[in-house]
Structure formats: structure tokens, C-alpha cells
């Protein structure tokens, strides 16, 4: 059973960085993809970013140029580096994953199954 748990989020002020850790086991080492996703209150899930295994990413137009995703594979740990907050971007941090087809990537619209509990971000004006 896959086991996903995030860290690292916390309060601060705009302009400000966090950076966010998801520690992930009884994830298959196989083809995969692996994204962050938010959700503030009264609003729906959002993608932020997804990395495929190999490399290729794909983030949401509101965190392109501020937001970086990584994957540690050695670590099973997948990272999200999050610079010049705003105060929109207040809202719980989840990490997923999931295996896919060689053939397919994974992008901020795909659709996961498995979550964790999440982080919250919080960014004062």
C-alpha cells in the first residue's frame, strides 16, 4: 500500500520560500508520475506541479517561474520549492502519485488516486 507524507509547510510572508517534502513508500519502482496539488477552503483541488520519472514536468499557470518540483529517487522523497509566495497561495499542500504507461505523461491534469494527509501553507499580506 502506498504511503505518502508531506512536510515542511508552515506560515509566512508574502515574497517568502518554503519548501515542501513528501516521503513516499510502497511505491513500485517503475514508470511513474509524481505531483503536488492544492486545496484551499470552498475551492476545488488544483494540480501545481507533477514530474514523470523521467524528468519531465508540467505546472499550473498560476506557479509557473515560482514553483520547482523534484524527485529524489534514492530518497523516495519529492520536493516542492516554492519562492515569491502570494497570498493565493494560501491552501493545503498534497503529495501523489501513481504508475503510468510509457507511452503517456503525467500532467496538473491528471488524475490521481492516492494522497496524503497534507501540509498547509499559509502566506500573510
Known amino acids: 500500500q502506498v504511503q505518502l507524507v508531506e512536510s515542511g509547510g508552515g506560515s509566512v510572508q508574502a515574497g517568502g520560500s518554503l519548501r515542501l517534502s513528501c516521503t513516499i513508500s510502497g511505491f513500485p519502482h517503475s514508470t511513474h508520475c509524481m505531483g503536488w496539488f492544492r486545496q484551499a477552503p470552498g475551492q476545488e483541488r488544483e494540480g501545481v506541479a507533477v514530474?514523470?520519472?523521467?524528468?519531465?514536468?508540467s505546472y499550473g499557470d498560476s506557479v509557473k517561474g515560482r514553483f520547482t518540483i523534484s524527485e529524489d529517487n534514492a530518497k523516495n522523497t519529492l520536493y516542492l520549492q516554492m519562492n515569491s509566495l502570494k497570498p493565493e497561495d494560501t491552501a493545503m499542500y498534497y503529495c501523489t502519485a501513481r504508475l503510468r504507461g510509457s507511452w503517456y505523461y503525467c500532467s496538473v491534469g491528471t488524475r490521481f488516486g492516492d494522497w496524503g494527509q497534507g501540509t498547509q501553507v499559509t502566506v500573510s499580506s
Open positions: 514530474i514523470n520519472n523521467d524528468g519531465k514536468t
